[in-house]
């Protein structure tokens, strides 16, 4: 191997040459990544899974210098890693449960991940709105920890509220005994496009990444190691056999699945929680300030908050029994949402104003006693080790980078491989740009590519046309995400490419054949697979929409 032969600074001139001389490399194409398995007779990593944990594994590993391939069943952020409630925070629930270490160790990523993905990543302030006059200096006083722990990364400085300051700030909140308010600030981000920026970086690392490639079978010996998986090109059903020193399980709530896969007699680690949230429109909130319930009926912190020109209202925590990539809310789940909010804002939202609704399961590490209530169970990660498997479980988005570190030197330390250091702190997520951008909402998450995919859409006056009336979203921006996206479905574009699924569930119904037509042309696609496309997409947005 080559890092064998080179010494650490080897390493050292790579970092330095990809990350300041070459941040925008051309990406390689699909068939040039599927290339890749059959050049590589050996991988010193391969990672089962792109979702936050694996695609941060992914760029950790290949920016040491390590061969890297990263699989992942359908596409990069499917499941839970583009379904949640879009905060980077250190979580003040689990300040207020005592976890101390969790929220520290939090509140630096939130930083981190502020200058290393500026284009995503937004200072968003909170209010706490109090009913009891005790309610001001309880909540004033926890917050300032919370600041305190913040260290040189704060966002902000938390402060208590007269009234009439938290009514002018929160214009549709209920007054009526309302005492005071306080503010605080913690960080927003939009999730699924992270997940691609990474998956990007990791791109640019040398990592070699693939969505819509399931591992069907771990190849072991008599000693129980695993010497090769075996992957499947879901477009081509074309098999491949991958050789890897350390395989590295980041399936989240699938995580078990591919343990049993290696031992049928594996018990579970898993407890999948389901959150849902709720999408609404702007004029519930009327306001550029999240609102904080601090506890509601079943004791946990609910959320209000604008995204992307809408508001999401979340989450719950509910658990669920067998895992699902598509996960469907329940109507107590919608109920208890729509009841506590209206509980706190003058105007009241019924199913029908409901824009969409998403559901996500969390990957809760399974304590070692069984816990039924999972709002209990610690966020916080856990690495197990099986031969040459390394599992990922629990955690959150927040922690993704150091949970990839703590992976990585877990990997160096038992598996006989360099130690090159981390560098992940210093490393620009792909699209992060030099200075702040002045572009619309649809346009602000293509970061330092805006310049550009500006330039791309000038091509053809087709590419400028808008897919809905009601919506930025162009063309262009189908075609410019089958080409540099890694987009294969019309569903990678709507729902993670940009995320109008999310947003407006029945306006995405609407223009998906316009969508198929664009995509099938780029992908060299007939007929058929337009209207399998649309009728899949159709099928899946009935998950999303309220009846």
Request: proline share 4%; glycine share 6%.
């Amino acid at each position: 191997m080559i890092f064998n032969i080179l010494p650490i600074p080897y390493f050292f001139t790579r970092f330095i040459v990809y990350t300041y001389l070459f941040p925008t490399n051309i990406l390689k194409t699909r068939s040039e990544l599927i290339h890749d398995l059959t050049s590589t007779d050996v991988w010193d990593i391969a990672i089962i899974g792109g979702g936050a944990s694996g695609l941060g594994i992914a760029v950790d590993a290949a920016s040491r210098g390590f061969k890297t391939v990263l699989f992942e069943k359908y596409d990069f952020a499917k499941g839970t890693s583009s379904k949640s409630t879009k905060l980077v925070h250190g979580g003040v629930r689990y300040l207020a449960q005592g976890n101390v270490k969790l929220v520290s160790e939090a509140l630096e990523e939130r930083g981190l991940l502020a200058r290393n993905a500026k284009h995503l990543f937004k200072k968003q302030e909170f209010i706490i709105p109090n009913y009891k006059w005790w309610g001001g200096p309880y909540y004033t006083f926890g917050l300032k920890f919370y600041d305190v722990l913040s260290k040189k990364l704060s966002l902000g400085s938390s402060k208590w509220l007269k009234k009439a300051t938290v009514m002018e700030a929160l214009p549709t909140l209920i007054t009526e005994n309302l005492s005071s308010g306080v503010s605080y600030f913690d960080g927003q981000f939009d999730d699924a496009r992270l997940a691609l920026n990474l998956a990007q970086t990791a791109l640019e690392q040398g990592a070699t990444m693939l969505n819509y490639f399931p591992v069907t079978a771990l190849n072991g010996n008599a000693n129980n190691t695993i010497e090769s998986i075996s992957v499947t090109d879901a477009e081509t059903s074309e098999v491949y056999h991958v050789n890897a020193k350390v395989v590295i399980n980041a399936t989240g709530i699938f995580t078990d699945k591919i343990l049993k896969m290696k031992d049928p007699k594996h018990k579970k680690t898993v407890i999948p929680s389901q959150g849902i949230h709720l999408m609404l429109e702007r004029s519930f909130l009327d306001s550029d300030t999240a609102l904080m319930i601090p506890k509601t009926s079943d004791g946990r912190v609910l959320f209000i908050i604008p995204w992307h020109d809408k508001v999401i209202a979340g989450t719950t925590d509910t658990l669920i029994k067998k895992p699902k990539i598509e996960p469907v809310p329940l109507e107590a789940e919608v109920d208890f949402i729509l009841e506590t909010i209206n509980a706190y804002l003058t105007k009241k939202a019924s199913r029908s104003d409901v824009l969409s609704v998403f559901s996500g399961l969390r990957p809760l590490a399974k304590p070692k006693k069984d816990e039924t209530n999972t709002k209990e169970v610690s966020r916080s990660h856990k690495i197990i080790l099986d031969d040459n498997m390394v599992s990922i479980v629990g955690g959150k988005w927040t922690t993704y980078r150091k949970m990839a570190e703590d992976v990585m030197e877990t990997v160096i330390e038992n598996f006989n491989l360099p130690s090159v250091p981390c560098t992940t702190k210093a490393i620009s997520i792909h699209g992060n740009p030099s200075e702040a951008l002045n572009a619309p909402d649809h346009l602000n998450m293509y970061g330092s590519d805006l310049k550009t995919f500006k330039a791309f859409e000038a091509e053809d006056p087709m590419y400028s046309q808008k897919l809905h009336p009601k919506y930025g979203y162009t063309q262009g921006q189908v075609v410019w995400a089958v080409r540099n996206e890694m987009a294969r479905t019309i569903e990678d574009f709507l729902s993670r490419r940009i995320r109008l699924l999310l947003l407006d569930a029945r306006t995405a119904v609407e223009i998906s054949p316009v969508v198929a037509a664009l995509m099938a042309k780029e992908l060299n696609r007939g007929n058929t697979w337009q209207q399998e496309q649309v009728s899949q997409f159709e099928s899946l947005a009935q998950k999303y929409i309220l009846k």
